[in-house]
């Protein structure tokens, strides 16, 4: 079931938020074309919190390491990471975010 995660207000673009959604850590980004991101927030490289990474395009990059992940796909771009991270769905109503942290979507 989706829960209330945080108001689309509540995001920045182009940066990520660090949300716990039924024990999961999940980094929420919203990018320059208002679109809204949810992916798993520990880097599966080093395990850091992306969620204090950078923001560009569609990727997501981990602030230790420089290893980029797809927002879309959740899979790694570049090395150290190998492992693909979940990527969640977001639902958006009026103007709140909700994730159902028991699904992953299917790339």
């Not at 999940?26 to 320059?32: E, F, M, Q, R, S």
């Not at 090395?79 to 990527?87: Q, R, T």
Request: proline residues 5%; glycine residues 10%.
């Amino acid at each position: 079931m989706a829960e209330l995660v945080c108001a689309l207000g509540d995001l920045k673009v182009n940066e990520a938020k660090r949300v716990v959604v039924g024990g999961k850590a999940i980094a929420l980004v919203l990018d320059g074309s208002g679109d809204v991101h949810a992916i798993g927030d520990t880097c599966t490289h080093g395990d850091i919190s992306l969620s204090e990474g950078f923001v560009e395009d569609d990727t997501l990059e981990c602030w230790a390491h420089g290893s980029q992940f797809s927002l879309l796909t959740g899979k790694p771009l570049s090395l150290p990471a190998y492992e693909p991270v979940p990527v969640y769905s977001v639902e958006l109503t009026d103007g709140n975010i909700y994730i159902d942290p028991t699904v992953t979507k299917e790339i």
